[in-house]
């Protein structure tokens, strides 16, 4: 069985809730094993029978629709691919004050999505895309920033979730 990690986006955001013990309850019953969740935002570590990070993707997606009756977009990583993006991670471009935020993209995007990315100039907020990663650092508060998951699924167009960098530290020596 190959260990994933999954993001899931906006659970357990109005109106879509699911405690999390039902969460794991509908993904034991899909046939997924070693199900872990970490707070309530959708973090989940999971063992499947798949070597396809694809089809885990698909049957996640498809399993969480029948159950509780919305569309739940998620993003799979394996453990050692959020494990080099910690290891890897560039130094804040705004100094040591900066919160840091991770967003998540289930695909890499497009040259001219990097570019734009790249040319993001918000005072006090900067981008940085590393493969399926985009580094968000701001000096404001999040519901303040105009770089937010929304806004790079705009210019990508890709589906993402976005975790704080914290969460994203502590799920990658969690789930190591």
Do not use: C
């Amino acid at each position: 069985m190959s260990t994933y990690l999954v993001f899931l986006r906006s659970i357990n955001v109005a109106p879509r809730f699911v405690k999390m013990a039902a969460l794991r309850g509908h993904l034991e019953a899909a046939g997924f094993g070693d199900v872990e969740t970490y707070i309530q935002s959708g973090n989940v570590r999971l063992a499947s029978r798949s070597r396809s990070t694809e089809k885990v993707t698909e049957t996640l997606e498809e399993t969480l629709h029948a159950a509780l009756g919305f569309e739940v977009r998620a993003v799979v990583r394996k453990p050692a691919e959020l494990a080099g993006t910690v290891e890897n991670a560039p130094a804040s471009p705004l100094g040591d004050g900066a919160r840091h935020y991770l967003t998540l993209l289930r695909d890499k995007p497009s040259a001219e999505a990097a570019e734009k990315l790249a040319a993001w100039e918000v005072e006090g907020e900067r981008l940085q895309l590393i493969g399926r990663d985009v580094h968000l650092w701001i000096t404001k508060p999040y519901n303040e920033a105009k770089a937010s998951n929304a806004r790079v699924e705009k210019i990508t167009g890709v589906a993402a979730t976005t975790r704080d960098w914290k969460v994203v530290t502590t799920l990658a020596a969690k789930w190591r």
